[in-house]
């Protein structure tokens, strides 16, 4: 007869703790697209460089 030892409560791994990860990674890069298409087509069409000029608060742009 051979006694087995548990683990105390609370102390066991998430079973899918790579899958929320890597669903939390997904999600944030889609707020992050849709932020960069609210700026590029928003009320005028500009370029890739001009709406990561504006998310980092510059003001003028490259025309």
Avoid: H, N
Wanted: with cysteine; aromatic share 6%.
């Amino acid at each position: 007869m051979s006694a087995t030892v548990q683990a105390p409560a609370g102390t066991e791994k998430p079973r899918y703790r790579w899958s929320r990860q890597t669903t939390l990674i997904v999600l944030v890069g889609l707020l992050v697209l849709a932020c960069l298409c609210s700026i590029m087509f928003g009320v005028r069409s500009i370029s890739v460089s001009d709406a990561f000029a504006a998310l980092q608060g510059k003001t003028e742009t490259g025309e």
